[in-house]
């Protein structure tokens, strides 16, 4: 985990609804995250491979469908972080 990507993901306000919608709904398809949103695809997209690639959301195939899921182990490891101050 490289925190400077962690907290470069994290410093964008669409990313951070992102993160709190899949918190709510435990897992979403990126169909479903562009409806709440109102974001285009090309938009979401771009967000969701910024998530993945900072390790905060895991993705899981099922059939003809992506769905996303907060990677929660890598949560825990930035608490224990921030913990140290």
């Given at each position: 985990?490289?925190?400077?990507?962690?907290?470069?993901?994290?410093?964008?306000?669409?990313?951070?609804?992102?993160?709190?919608?899949?918190?709510?709904?435990?897992?979403?398809?990126?169909?479903?995250?562009?409806?709440?949103?109102?974001?285009?695809?090309?938009?979401?997209?771009?967000?969701?491979?910024?998530?993945?690639?900072s390790?905060?959301?895991?993705?899981?195939?099922e059939?003809?469908?992506i769905?996303?899921?907060?990677?929660?182990?890598?949560?825990?490891?930035?608490?224990?972080?921030?913990?140290?101050?």
């Open positions: 985990m490289s925190l400077a990507v962690t907290f470069k993901a994290l410093s964008d306000p669409i990313r951070r609804e992102i993160l709190m919608l899949i918190k709510k709904n435990f897992r979403m398809s990126a169909g479903e995250i562009a409806e709440a949103l109102k974001v285009s695809p090309q938009s979401l997209s771009y967000h969701l491979k910024m998530l993945k690639e390790e905060l959301l895991i993705e899981s195939r059939k003809n469908f769905y996303y899921e907060l990677n929660a182990t890598l949560f825990d490891e930035l608490i224990l972080w921030l913990k140290q101050f």
